[in-house]
């Protein structure tokens, strides 16, 4: 029987109990497209600075994870050069807005693989062993192959941070939520272009009795692991 070894006390709404072994920490889409100036966050029309801010924290979160053995799996978003796995939908909103996916951009096509734009920011470069998850949607789960790798290191436990907290970490929290694992968000190691939707997915996640999971700030989680 997997029981918690773990209980982290700050989290909210009640303490997080987990067990370091069948947890796995869950770095989301912290690329260039919308990490860096000029790429595809940014020229939504958005201030990349809060996602910027977190790349410390989450590097302290990255250096406790891997010093405790926690699998860590990165992800990001993006498409084949052909944009054969980009729904139209999503494409003609990208152009409108004038960010279109596969156009050229300072970083090379816009949230298109193989570019530079698609890469982890280098402060949180996977180190090898780690998988990396390219995804075309929002959600992790989505058409990748995350759920095999969770399974297969028997995880039921996610830590999740990184950008945005309502789009890409709330879709990937509710999919996880709806697969019965148990999700953690680490609030000041996730971040929104505009605090207010940061604010408001934070809220979402731990309200009704933690209706999707758990969220808690990252130096506790960090001590927690340290013990
Ligand atoms: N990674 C992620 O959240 N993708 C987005 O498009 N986010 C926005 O907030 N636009």
Redesign the pocket.
């Known amino acids: 029987m997997n029981y918690p070894l773990i209980e982290l006390g700050e989290a909210l709404p009640y303490p997080f109990g987990f067990r370091p072994a069948g947890t796995a920490l869950i770095v989301?889409?912290m690329q260039n497209d919308?990490c860096a100036p000029g790429g595809?966050?940014e020229r939504?029309g958005?201030d990349i600075a809060p996602a910027r801010a977190i790349i410390p924290v989450i590097s302290g979160v990255l250096d406790a994870a891997r010093m405790t053995g926690l699998l860590v799996v990165h992800t990001r978003?993006g498409h084949l050069p052909d944009l054969s796995d980009c729904p139209p939908s999503k494409l003609e909103r990208s152009r409108r807005q004038g960010a279109g996916i596969g156009d050229i951009g300072p970083m090379g096509r816009i949230l298109i693989r193989g570019e530079r734009g698609h890469e982890i920011v280098s402060e949180l470069a996977p180190v090898p062993g780690e998988p990396v998850i390219d995804k075309p949607g929002?959600g992790a789960f989505y058409r990748t192959n995350l759920r095999n790798i969770l399974e297969e290191s028997h995880i039921e436990s996610l830590i999740l941070c990184g950008?945005?907290t309502?789009?890409?970490?709330h879709t990937t929290l509710r999919e996880a939520n709806d697969r019965g694992y148990r999700c953690l968000v680490l609030e000041d190691a996730t971040a929104?272009?505009d605090p207010a939707d940061h604010e408001a997915a934070i809220h979402m996640v731990r309200q009704q009795g933690g209706i999707f999971g758990w969220t808690s700030a990252a130096a506790p989680f960090i001590a927690a692991l340290q013990t």
């Open positions: 989301i889409d919308f595809f966050g939504l958005n978003e929002k950008v945005t309502h789009v890409c970490v929104a272009f």
